[in-house]
């Protein structure tokens, strides 16, 4: 059995004021491909469907399109968890017409660990696959507030709770294993930050609990799950080392932190023969990174043997950050136009002059060509701000305006040119407002 592991989607994220709709709608569109190339049999999505609780009607028109597009397909099953971006009411709603569909959707913990166990069956009828699909688990959700605890007690009270819904979810699946007298595979899913989980500036990953971190440790996981296919972080990661325990990560870069970072998705084969594994590759496209050197991992006392492969996401929208004095911008910007890159770049100045018409000199360079510069972070004119900084202030301390007006000082800009500039920028913040209005 093939399945299609992938997560946080974040379909209507921004970046710095760009809709980027045509990068979910490709991205979508490449994905029910590969099911269709890849011959999958159930994709998992493993949370954050959307990026935040309340989507554009075009962003629940690209997520229903295409959920209508591979019931039509060779998937013969649909599970999906919601994240911590995602509204649980909201992709409940309509989970009774998507089950019609066999399409399941968990959008939160329930009191009855059985809701979370999904039971999929093949065209004969005869199950094939136990899921469980544990959505993200808020902190309502798994312990009780007490009052004049620690933060410690906090913490260990939240993963605790973790570690036992998990396991009562593993062991009502188990019953079920047992009653239906067959050896199937258990997949689990989750929402959460793992011990040790890689993040990256910029790539919009939260803490998932205020006042804790409460990450979890691989060994907290039930031992009873064959894979388990996770949430929540960007970078493409194992955890704990294990083969079997995986983030895929966002098929999409999030920010300008990840723009170097290869995205993926992780298909996941699932044979009752110990040896189908080794040495074979699952049939399919050629852009594939088979991750152990067996190619699988052994099965133990009868169970599956589980090998995975990651497939490499497409760019659908190059990003760009560049670093640098003035000379090395401007020559990364000059090799960008020449291979007629349509990429949207992030600038970060860290020359010795302070580059006051760096704006200025970017518009010139990139005339012409099809770059879009969508942020500059001239950090020369960032240390002069601290440098302006009482002994007992920090950058968080100051509001924007204030920011700005210590810039206006610290570049001993004339009185007669602050009336301007300062007109400009309001302009600028409440463009900005309006957009962020919109894009909600």
Excluded at 203 to 213: A, H, I, P, T, W
Excluded at 331 to 353: K, N
Excluded at 357 to 379: F, M, S, W, Y
Aim: aromatic share 6%; charged share 25%.
């Amino acid at each position: 059995m093939k399945i299609l592991h992938t997560s946080d989607w974040h379909i209507g994220r921004t970046l710095y004021g760009r809709k980027r709709y045509e990068e979910f709608d490709a991205f979508l569109r490449w994905l029910a491909d590969t099911i269709e190339q890849e011959k999958v049999d159930a994709l998992l999505v493993a949370g954050d469907i959307f990026d935040t609780s309340t989507p554009s009607n075009r962003a629940q028109a690209l997520y229903y399109q295409f959920l209508c597009r591979v019931a039509q397909s060779c998937c013969r099953h649909v599970v999906v968890i919601a994240g911590n971006h995602d509204s649980p009411s909201f992709l409940d709603a309509p989970r009774e017409l998507l089950k019609s569909m066999n399409v399941h959707v968990v959008g939160s913990a329930s009191d009855c660990p059985d809701d979370e166990v999904i039971v999929l069956r093949d065209p004969q009828g005869e199950p094939e696959l136990i899921v469980c699909a544990v959505p993200y688990l808020r902190d309502r959700d798994i312990r009780t507030a007490e009052a004049g605890e620690s933060v410690e007690d906090k913490e260990r009270k939240l993963l605790e709770g973790i570690r036992r819904h998990y396991a009562q979810v593993a062991a009502q699946a188990e019953a079920k294993r047992q009653r239906l007298d067959r050896r199937l595979p258990v997949v689990g899913m989750g929402h959460l930050f793992t011990a040790g989980g890689k993040t990256l500036e910029g790539d919009g990953v939260r803490e998932l609990y205020v006042g804790s971190l409460a990450h979890v440790a691989a060994n907290m996981f039930p031992d009873s799950f064959d894979y388990l296919a996770l949430g929540h972080l960007h970078v493409p990661q194992k955890v704990g080392g294990s083969d079997t325990i995986r983030y895929c990560g966002s098929p999409l870069a999030m920010g300008f932190g990840e723009a170097a970072q290869a995205k993926s998705v992780c298909l996941v084969s699932l044979s009752a023969d110990s040896a189908a594994g080794a040495g074979h590759d699952i049939a399919g496209s050629d852009d594939r990174q088979v991750i152990s050197p067996s190619g699988h991992v052994e099965s133990r006392h009868g169970r599956p043997a589980v090998e995975v492969a990651l497939l490499d996401v497409p760019v659908f929208q190059p990003l760009a950050r560049i670093k640098g004095d003035w000379a090395d911008i401007a020559a990364a910007l000059q090799v960008l136009g020449a291979e007629q890159s349509m990429a949207w770049v992030e600038i970060v100045y860290e020359g010795a002059d302070l580059a006051t018409d760096l704006r200025k000199q970017l518009d010139t360079a990139v005339a012409g060509t099809q770059i879009e510069i969508l942020r500059v972070r001239n950090n020369r004119v960032m240390e002069r701000v601290l440098e302006s900084l009482h002994e007992d202030e920090t950058l968080d301390d100051l509001a924007p305006d204030e920011v700005f007006e210590r810039c206006l000082a610290a570049h001993k800009v004339p009185l007669a040119q602050q009336l301007a500039l300062r007109d400009s920028y309001r302009e600028v913040v409440i463009s900005v407002l309006e957009e962020d209005t919109r894009a909600e």
